[in-house]
């Protein structure tokens, strides 16, 4: 049977729908290729070294940085530093060919230092965290929460195949 429509009643105007995706939230799709562009302030740890993202690299606009822990939050801050900072790490090149240094040897004390935060295990991953930037006026500070990975690698075991 086919029932007459009543359009007062059964067509109600735009405004007074309901939205069938109310409360979704859009998924977007991680192409491998643009991930380093999706992260913005980056940095990688792994047992020999730290490397900032070439954003990060810039916005710290030194060649020395300050590395903060807080082992209770799980948060590593790099603020910019000078030479004269008794606590201050030189950023570094990983080939001649890079002008300005992105990287930090990590040194035994630094490495013992990483070991504390429990969810991480540089003698096995690299690990590479996305990070926010808080602005304080004079220096940019980066904050980069290490209980949220956005990649894990698994790295070859040395002397093993």
Same mark, same amino acid.
């Given at each position: 049977m +086919?029932?007459? +429509?009543?359009?007062?009643?059964?067509?109600q105007?735009?405004?007074?729908?309901?939205?069938?995706?109310?409360?979704?939230v859009?998924? &977007?799709k991680?192409? %491998?290729n643009?991930?380093?562009?999706?992260?913005g302030?980056?940095v990688? /740890?792994?047992?020999?070294?730290?490397?900032?993202?070439?954003?990060a690299?810039?916005?710290?606009? %030194?060649?020395y940085?300050?590395?903060?822990?807080?082992?209770?939050?799980?948060?590593?801050?790099?603020k910019?530093?000078?030479?004269?900072?008794?606590?201050?790490?030189?950023?570094?090149?990983?080939?001649?060919?890079?002008?300005?240094?992105?990287?930090? &040897?990590? !040194?035994?004390h630094?490495r013992?230092?990483? !070991?504390?935060? !429990?969810n991480?295990?540089? #003698?096995?991953?690299?690990?590479r965290? %996305?990070?926010?930037?808080?602005?304080?006026?004079?220096?940019?500070?980066? +904050?980069?929460?290490?209980?949220?990975p956005?990649?894990?690698? /698994?790295?070859?075991?040395?002397?093993? #195949?």
């Amino acid at each position: 049977m +086919i029932r007459d +429509i009543d359009p007062l009643k059964d067509f109600q105007p735009a405004a007074t729908r309901k939205d069938p995706l109310k409360g979704f939230v859009e998924m &977007t799709k991680k192409n %491998s290729n643009a991930g380093n562009q999706m992260l913005g302030f980056a940095v990688s /740890l792994s047992r020999s070294q730290i490397r900032v993202s070439t954003r990060a690299r810039k916005l710290l606009d %030194s060649d020395y940085m300050e590395i903060l822990f807080n082992f209770a939050a799980k948060k590593l801050a790099i603020k910019p530093s000078s030479k004269t900072n008794a606590n201050a790490f030189k950023l570094h090149g990983g080939n001649s060919t890079e002008t300005q240094g992105r990287q930090v &040897t990590v !040194s035994t004390h630094l490495r013992a230092e990483l !070991s504390k935060f !429990s969810n991480l295990n540089l #003698e096995r991953f690299r690990y590479r965290f %996305s990070g926010e930037l808080y602005d304080d006026g004079a220096a940019g500070v980066l +904050i980069f929460d290490l209980s949220d990975p956005t990649d894990a690698t /698994l790295l070859k075991k040395r002397g093993l #195949e």
